[in-house]
């Protein structure tokens, strides 16, 4: 069969702007401050949110919040077991790289000024891996995110809810000659072209990690591949509101915080 045609058929019977299915279950967490289980597909990862009174160093007396995350694999997600971290003694360059994308992805979605002192730490772990884990974790972890800022909310510890817009992150790749959306790990392992895109609900870019893999891709295809990222992150970002349903109050809140960052910055 020509590469072609796989891509044309896809492994799965998607069109190539077509995205896995794409569930979020809030609440998978009995003890987290805010919890969610998202899958693309068959890559299935939960992101727990955890609240601490207390920033780095760095930010103490500044009166601002933080939020960072930690990422890692469980060590039969993927079809042959990796090791821990913990076994080797130290986080693998893989695993930091990925945490601090999703640490700074969620970060331009926080009004970290209106957080008060405190760190919101957010836990990825991937249960099952079959491509775009990256994106996944940042897709459930800003939806985490917002759960431990409503409930800091609704427990009167803050007045708002201190996000600035909806985050999500999509996969991109170029096989066949064609470039397609939301890669699973057949069609990731064998792209030309890989590319990861961080959005926020505003159609504005957060971060692009965008790498040829065997041959350069032309400017015209990278514009394709961020029309395709921002139509698949539309849709994600519905569904992200979808499962929030956050309620009217909430609502208001949110859009508190927004007015208040206006202010500040036009201060």
Not at 84 to 106: A, K, Y
Not at 182 to 203: H, K, P, T, W
Request: glycine residues 10%; negative net charge.
């Amino acid at each position: 069969m020509a590469a072609e045609d796989f891509v044309l058929m896809r492994a799965d019977g998607r069109t190539p702007q077509d995205l896995r299915k794409i569930t979020i279950t809030r609440n998978c967490s009995r003890f987290a401050e805010g919890s969610a289980m998202v899958s693309f597909g068959d890559t299935k990862v939960i992101c727990t949110a955890t609240v601490e009174d207390k920033v780095p160093q760095f930010l103490r007396g500044s009166g601002q919040g933080w939020v960072t995350a930690e990422y890692s694999m469980l060590p039969r997600a993927t079809l042959v077991r990796t090791t821990r971290d913990s076994t080797r003694g130290r986080v693998s360059g893989r695993s930091h790289e990925i945490q601090r994308l999703i640490g700074r992805s969620l970060r331009a979605g926080t009004a970290l000024g209106l957080l008060g002192e405190r760190t919101i730490w957010i836990d990825c772990d991937v249960l099952q891996a079959d491509g775009g884990t990256r994106t996944a974790a940042v897709t459930g972890g800003f939806v985490a995110l917002v759960d431990s800022l409503r409930g800091l909310f609704r427990a009167g510890a803050i007045d708002c809810i201190p996000i600035t817009g909806f985050i999500a992150a999509l996969s991109i790749g170029k096989l066949g000659g064609r470039i397609l959306a939301d890669l699973c790990y057949e069609e990731d392992s064998r792209a030309g072209v890989d590319c990861n895109i961080v959005m926020n609900e505003f159609g504005e870019f957060i971060e692009v990690q965008g790498t040829a893999e065997s041959a350069p891709f032309t400017r015209q295809e990278f514009n394709e591949m961020l029309d395709l990222a921002e139509r698949g992150i539309s849709s994600i970002i519905k569904l992200q509101k979808g499962s929030l349903d956050l309620g009217e109050n909430e609502q208001k809140a949110v859009d508190i915080a927004k007015d208040r960052l206006r202010e500040l910055q036009q201060a």
